[in-house]
């Protein structure tokens, strides 16, 4: 079983580290695109964004722990990545959500949004002991 669990790991974390590298480049690609010079800062949608954000960030930890409850309950590892993928999903999107506000409104505090999305991927880092929980058979007594 323990030769299940590395590549399955491996896996998971290069996926961690592409998604964390996404938002990276999400950042880096606002210093070579050029805002529509016509966007007036929108202070109210920015803090509606940021709401958002927030939303999906808090809502993604239940969700993942829920998932991974399962797969240790029903020993199905797959559910183990599946649930980790759920979650760096939804702490994607604040970055997306920055990307939009840089757009829209040209809002110098755009960043914020990334910052939130990079800080959330950091704390879905993907833990080998929920791998290993799901993969080992527990004695039922």
Do not use: C
């Amino acid at each position: 079983m323990q030769q299940d669990v590395e590549p399955r790991i491996r896996t998971m974390r290069t996926l961690w580290i592409a998604l964390l590298m996404s938002i990276g480049f999400y950042y880096a690609f606002t210093f070579f695109a050029k805002r529509p010079e016509n966007v007036e800062p929108n202070s109210t949608l920015f803090l509606v964004l940021v709401g958002i954000a927030l939303s999906t960030v808090l809502i993604s930890f239940p969700i993942k722990n829920k998932l991974i409850g399962q797969a240790i309950e029903q020993q199905h590892v797959p559910l183990v990545q599946q649930a980790y993928i759920v979650a760096w999903a939804l702490s994607e999107i604040p970055a997306l959500l920055g990307l939009l506000d840089f757009y829209l409104t040209g809002n110098r505090y755009f960043y914020v949004l990334f910052l939130i999305a990079l800080f959330t991927q950091l704390l879905h880092f993907p833990k080998r002991e929920h791998v290993i929980n799901a993969s080992f058979k527990k004695p039922m007594f």
